[in-house]
């Protein structure tokens, strides 16, 4: 079975540093990554998805990931954050076109 | 991007009532959805995968009587909490695949709704 490791339960960062929040999974087959955050009464949003290709994915707002396949990682980053990037942002991974697999979520709180 | 619709957003409600929310595809059609179900603090946990035209798939653990999924159409599918107690209380989300143009399907999800059983 598929699960997903976010390490950081929570993380508090001053607006302008940079941001690395981990993912680990564990399936030896084929996957597809997402990372998706949920804003303060918001729904999830998509921030960036990997399927094949590159393994540096960019995706909204500045947010990035890395795929290793090696250290079966997807850690996204930003280099500079904002204090509205202040949100839970969930690692999740699928194969195909299976159910998603969602880590625990890492609270992300920026502040002034 | 796709949209998902949820209704109701809120609903608190007594114990023993039964509860429908809807999810709704507003931009494309899903033959299946997926309803998962958040607690505080915690991670969305999959409650069951619907399947338009047929009965719905549920996760190890999820009681198929408790939590009534139809999935009649295209673009909507509903979850009924039948004879709710306070322990149903959450956050049930549902999520809808739309194809992208990378030939896969990206999971778009619907607002969430909260249920308060009293």
């Known amino acids: 079975a598929q699960s997903v490791s976010q390490h950081n339960h929570h993380v508090i960062l001053s607006e302008a540093a940079s941001l690395e929040l981990g993912c680990n999974y564990s399936y030896g087959g084929t996957v597809n990554l997402f990372w998706y955050v949920q804003y303060p009464g918001q729904h999830l949003q998509l921030l960036l998805k990997?399927?094949?290709?590159?393994?540096l994915v960019k995706g909204i707002k500045g947010f990035e990931a890395e795929f290793i396949k090696s250290k079966f990682s997807f850690n996204l980053r930003k280099p500079s954050v904002q204090w509205s990037d202040t949100a839970e942002y969930f690692c999740?991974?699928?194969?195909?076109?299976?159910?998603?697999?969602f880590g625990k979520g890492t609270r992300l709180s920026v502040i002034a | 991007g796709a949209v998902v619709s949820q209704h109701p957003s809120w609903v608190i409600c007594k114990s023993g009532t039964s509860v429908k929310i809807e999810c709704r595809s507003l931009d494309f059609q899903a033959t299946t959805m997926f309803w998962y179900r958040q607690f505080p603090k915690q991670s969305l946990m999959l409650m069951a995968t619907s399947n338009e035209g047929s009965k719905a798939t549920y996760e190890q653990g999820v009681e198929k009587d408790k939590f009534l999924i139809n999935h009649a159409s295209l673009t909507l599918s509903t979850l009924t909490v039948t004879s709710a107690h306070p322990e149903d209380s959450s956050f049930y989300i549902c999520s809808a695949p739309n194809w992208g143009t990378e030939y896969q399907e990206t999971q778009y999800f619907g607002p969430g709704t909260r249920l308060l059983v009293l």
């Open positions: 990997y399927f094949s290709g590159d393994p």
């Open positions: 999740a991974v699928n194969s195909g076109n299976t159910p998603l697999v």
